[in-house]
């Protein structure tokens, strides 16, 4: 059928990511969960409130001295509160 994209009515959303270090960007056919897309765009918003209000959110750890975060790239970023 002309116009039709394969698989599309069985797996109807498209996920997106980008591999921030190349810009590569990988796009796949997923099932489509709308509790899972709320939930997710919810957290979007969440974040993106609190980013706004200088507020560090719960991450995986309490303090930035954790082993994983002492070794983490993007430590000084995360717990580093706007000026
Ligand atoms: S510094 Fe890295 S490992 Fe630690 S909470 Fe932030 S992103 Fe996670």
Redesign the pocket.
Same mark, same amino acid.
């Given at each position: 059928m002309e116009g039709t994209v394969p698989g599309i009515s069985a797996a109807p959303a498209l996920f997106t990511a980008i591999n921030k270090d190349t810009a590569e960007l990988h796009h796949e056919q997923v099932a489509f969960d709308a509790d899972l897309a709320q939930r997710m765009s919810d957290r979007g918003v969440r974040i993106l409130q609190a980013t706004d209000a200088g507020e560090l959110l719960p991450?995986?750890?309490t303090t930035?001295d954790?082993f994983? !975060?002492r070794f983490?790239p +993007?430590?000084e970023r !995360? +717990?580093r509160l706007p000026a």
């Open positions: 991450r995986a750890a930035p954790f994983e !975060c983490c +993007w430590s !995360c +717990w």
